[in-house]
């Protein structure tokens, strides 16, 4: 209920936000913006989209990871879980010790959060810090957010510097650290789009904004995460809107 860009969803569609004591019926089309957790007051109704199960994995970096990789996804960054086997990533990445300090480790302490929260980035082993997920650093020179409903991308848009930004860079892409979502002129190859279709339907989910990178010197991408409630504002709002009016009068 806290959740602007719901609020503004709710609004656009001309529908209503419902709490979980809510009583669903079956002609109901309930949209779950980033539910995790199944109330028992408000049962299974068939038309949900986005069930509780898949957003429980989505929202958790390490689950997501996991099971995108007993599902042979191609595009996940080089992830562990303990420090032991970071420091042997990072010696194999640096080619012995060779190009130390040219590679990074990013030591995630939390698994739920986003926009870069509880991020560490470790340059030697001596900069790491305990965190139940560690990935390598990808070299991307590109991100992108990718919206997928239903095996269709509806949005895509890519995170840039800000104009006249005088800040310093702390290796990670926030608001922060002056990047912004832009759609204007902006290039991106086919395979963010297969990337982030895939993911989405690997997890379970009917809907999703994929966050990935695009390392453009041999063509590689990288999935970071899937976002079940991403902020919308503008164009975005509206290609939701449009999107969720379609498949209700479908």
Known sequence: MGSISAKSLAQALGCRRVRSSYEAKRRDIIINWGNSRLSESMPYVETDLNKHSAIAIACNKLKTFDLLYENEYPYL?????????????????????????????????????????????????????????????????????????????????????????????????????????????????????????????????????????YRERDNKVFLFEVNTAPGLVGTTLEKYTQTFKEYANA
Request: glycine content about 10%; aromatic content about 10%.
């Open 77 to 213: 960054p080089n992830y562990c879980t303990s420090r032991y086997e970071a420091s042997n990533m990072l010696y194999i990445a640096t080619e012995g010790g060779e190009r130390l300090g040219k590679e990074s480790i990013y030591c995630r302490t939390s698994l739920t959060s986003h926009s870069g929260g509880g991020i560490v980035i470790a340059k030697n082993t001596l900069d790491f810090v305990e965190a139940p997920l560690y990935t390598l650093g990808t070299k991307h020179k590109y991100e992108y957010r990718v919206h997928v409903f239903r095996e269709s991308v509806i949005d895509v848009q890519q995170k840039k510097r800000r104009l006249n930004w005088s800040g310093g860079d702390t290796g990670i892409r926030n608001h922060s650290n002056g990047y912004i979502y832009a759609r204007a002129d902006i290039d991106y190859p086919v395979e963010i789009e297969q990337a982030a279709i895939q993911a989405v339907k690997l997890l379970g989910l009917d809907f999703g904004a994929v966050d990935i990178g």
